[in-house]
Nanobody
């Protein structure tokens, strides 16, 4: 079993900051890319930021210069530092990871995993 658990969401005023964290646990062989997606009411889920094992990053245009994605040295935790938050950043934020997980015995399978989400609300 593999789990992704997010934390750090909440209510913040416009211009404020939040830091999200997501930790992967379970029968993990290796993790390649990790990232954050968000989904606002009535909208499709969209990529916010992603980071590979080599440290390459990718950001949605709407968050460039305001959000920073990073990973810990063990590469099982991914962070999203969100600064200068705007009301339009309000959404449920989901962690995503491409994980090569042990399915049985010595057999591994690579697939995408999702966290349950953490709510970010930007409002005065």
């Amino acid at each position: 079993q593999v789990q992704l658990v997010e934390s750090g969401g909440g209510l913040v005023q416009p211009g404020g900051s939040l830091r999200l964290a997501c930790t992967a646990s379970g029968s993990i062989g290796s993790i390649s890319a990790m990232g954050w997606y968000r989904q606002a009411p009535g909208k499709e889920r969209e990529l916010v930021a992603a980071i590979t094992n080599s440290g390459s990053t990718d950001y949605a245009d709407s968050v460039k210069g305001r959000f920073t994605i990073s990973r810990d040295n063990a590469k099982t935790t991914v962070y999203l530092q969100m600064n200068s938050l705007k009301p339009e950043d309000t959404a449920e934020y989901y962690c995503n990871a491409r994980i090569n997980a042990r399915i049985t015995g010595s057999a591994y399978r690579s697939q995408n995993y999702w966290g349950r989400g953490t709510q970010v609300t930007v409002s005065s």
